[in-house]
């Protein structure tokens, strides 16, 4: 479903009688007594900003203003929407196929809403407390109805600390009983989208091409095997006991690190399926064991660790091939999960020993660059991105290997500057690829904050891409998504790049937050700040009370020669030139024939004075 608008009756008697746009495609009026009226804009462009984005609205006004209360009232989960919004009278109204639907908390009837000159009875005047009313065409018709639209509100939060994310996301049903929009707020995205979104910033030139992403990838080491193995009692009498094991794993040589990965990885796939899950019998029991036994036996010979590629390619087999035949179907996706987690497993470490192609290794890890696309780097990423989508289309079972029970870890290395853009983009992506038919709305609080204006000048460029080209549209499962934009930002670049209509003005007048459409599309910077951003002033603060010191020092009748000398210098600071040329000109009025005449020459630049240099000397 498409946002439409926002209208607010009362907010906190700050906000009254305004109404929010939000896409152009339509226009909203109310009389504020019993009809609202929504029609189509003859004027409107459709896919101005390509056919996967419907829209993109911007907030923009002064810290405080309401910019981020506006964006709650669209985005907040169930609970904080319960706790915060009922006490508020306000209407949001989408669009889906000609159809409308409108959430509302109203107390004053709204008897008819006129739409694209269709009259529509509302019935019970939309009168309620947190209601909805999904208003359907049928034919020339329109009825309410209880279907469930298709779309999603998506809240992308930058400061994760001010939001409980404890609770899970938040189903409009649980509120309104029945299945209409679903909400969402943001997590941080996986280690394989980070990456992705570095890749991709690379490319459209927010880093330079030589920047590298390097990746702590931490394995098993020995001291944590053997601190796992005494806690667990992991034995049986008779197959392999603790302190041969040890002894046999703690030997300092590139064989046996890898043959202790292996053993760390086959331990953990023990006890994560054990004492996490449950998937175990007797059975499943002696395998495991008995593969653990044969890499220990290796571990007395000497071998070469071509052969122990071999080896382990053997035991994904194996272990593959159980879980997919043998294993009771407890739940066949839960199997495919299993059998994914071990071939990725298995290739991962064969990677990690594979001493050419990683940049070090550092206290038990290795430290690899991921923007390089190396073969071998790029399967490791698909299978990594196989197992992350395995776990989100197990809709049926649980969960058995989320990112996080992956036996070795991923930690970022860039710098921390960088870090906010890459996450920002890493959350898109998260988004863009997992989503489904209909459209998708995204709001972001403060999409600027923090980025160089090298970047934010690129910002609206970079969601457009995005939209297009991180949609899975070779998944079988692919269905058309689009995406709308609502975000807050005080750049002027990103004003500047913004549809008209679409910038909504917030400013406070008498105690009330005013609201007003403005037009920015390719309008200059200067003119942005100066008429939407209500920045009248061109310099710093404290660079205009130095002007204006100076000046009043000018503007004196008498100015002794230590404060005329001081004046000087200071004068000499401002990299404006037709104000510092002007100063300089008042300054020499309060000068002797020779110092006017070093006040002329300082205002030179360094060619005219070697140009006046040679004319003398000629």
Known sequence: MKLLGLIIRDYENLISKQIFHFSDEYTINFDWNETITINKNPNHIAQFYGENVTNIT???????????????????????????????????????????????????????????????????????????????????????????????????????????????????????????????????????????????????????????????????????????????????????????????????????????????????????????????????????????????????????????????????????????????????????????????????????????????????SFIIDFSSETKEINDFLMGYRKLLHCNKINSKGIVVFPEDNLFFKLHELSSTGEENLIQFLGQLIELISNAESGNHIILIDEIDESFHPSWSNKMVQLLSLCCTYFLDTASPSYQNATFQFIITTHSPFILSDIKNHNVISLKENHGKVISKQVDTFAKNIQRIIYEEMETSDIYGSFAQSKLNKIINILNQPTISPTLIEQTKIEIQTINEPIIRNKLNQMLSEKVSPNEKIKLLISDLTSEELELLKNNLSE
């Not at 639907?101 to 509302?122: G, L, P």
């Open 58 to 364: 911007a907030f923009v006004g002064i810290n405080g203003v309401g910019k981020t209360s506006l964006l709650n009232f669209i985005g907040f989960k169930f609970s904080e929407r319960k706790e915060f919004l009922s006490k508020y009278e306000y209407f949001i109204i989408y669009e889906l196929n000609e159809s409308i639907f409108i959430e509302f908390n109203n107390s004053h009837a709204v008897k008819q809403i006129i739409f694209n000159n269709h009259i529509i009875d509302t019935r019970d005047g939309l009168i309620g407390d947190t209601q909805t009313s999904f208003l359907k065409k049928l034919g020339d018709t329109y009825q309410i109805v209880s279907d469930t639209p298709n779309g999603s509100i998506n809240y992308i939060f930058k400061k994760y600390h001010q939001y409980s994310f404890s609770e899970n996301n938040d189903e409009i049903d649980t509120l309104f009983g029945n299945n209409l929009i679903t909400r969402y707020l943001c997590q941080p995205p996986s280690n394989y989208n980070v990456i992705q979104a570095f890749r991709f910033l690379k490319i459209n030139d927010f880093f330079p091409s030589n920047k590298i992403m390097k990746y702590r990838i931490s394995y098993w080491s020995y001291d944590e095997l053997q601190s796992l193995l005494i806690d667990k009692g992991i034995y049986i009498k008779g197959f392999f006991e603790p302190p041969k094991l040890l002894l046999t794993l703690g030997k300092d040589d590139l064989q046996s690190h890898f043959i202790n990965q292996i053993v760390a990885f086959l331990i953990n796939l023990m006890l994560t399926l054990k004492e996490g899950y449950y998937f175990w019998n007797e059975e499943l029991e002696v395998l495991l064991l008995k593969q653990i036994h044969k890499y220990l036996a290796l571990n007395f010979q000497s071998i070469q660790i071509d052969i122990l590629y071999l080896k382990t390619d053997e035991t994904s087999k194996i272990l593959q091939d159980y879980f997919r035949h043998k294993f009771p179907q407890v739940n066949i996706d839960n199997n495919y999960q299993i059998t994914d987690f071990i071939n990725f497993s298995i290739k991962a470490m064969q990677l990690l020993w594979k001493t050419s192609d990683h940049s070090e290794v550092d206290n038990n």
